[in-house]
């Protein structure tokens, strides 16, 4: 399991994950994906992260993190008003332009890998948040 290390990063996520819930909360039932897809589809994410292609359970094509992001985010918006969480939602959108490995990698280039677990301690412990695009 990924921890987020900076709170706004958690807040965004939080976000995300309620509006899908309210979302299949009215919507009528779906169908679930096989379990081995959802394995799958979760080997490949974590494995590739933003780059990762992964399998549409109606089709079974595969498709970009990014678009299916997009389009998840794009159900959540109009919800997410609603449950006064629009700005999170909206910095969830940001966080696929700068996810956390390459902003650990970008640390590792600058400062040494030995400078990452001291960075990242700094981000879960600071008393004000960095914000989600730094």
Do not use: K
Not at 111 to 134: I, K, M, N, Q, S
Request: hydrophobic share 50%.
């Amino acid at each position: 399991m990924v921890a987020q290390s900076r709170v706004p990063v958690a807040a965004a996520l939080a976000a995300v994950a309620q509006c899908l819930v309210c979302h299949h909360a009215q919507a009528p039932a779906v169908a679930v994906a096989a379990p081995e897809l959802v394995d799958e589809n979760r080997f490949l994410a974590s494995r590739d992260g933003m780059q990762a292609r992964l399998i549409d359970a109606r089709s079974q094509e595969r498709r970009s993190v990014r678009d299916v992001l997009g389009e998840l985010l794009a159900r959540c918006a109009p919800l997410a008003d609603g449950l006064d969480c629009s700005a999170e939602v909206a910095a969830a959108a940001t966080l696929a332009d700068d996810p956390g490995d390459a902003r650990q990698r970008r640390t590792v280039a600058r400062a040494g890998l030995a400078e990452l677990p001291a960075r990242l301690a700094d981000e879960f412990t600071a008393a004000t948040p960095a914000p989600v695009h730094a």
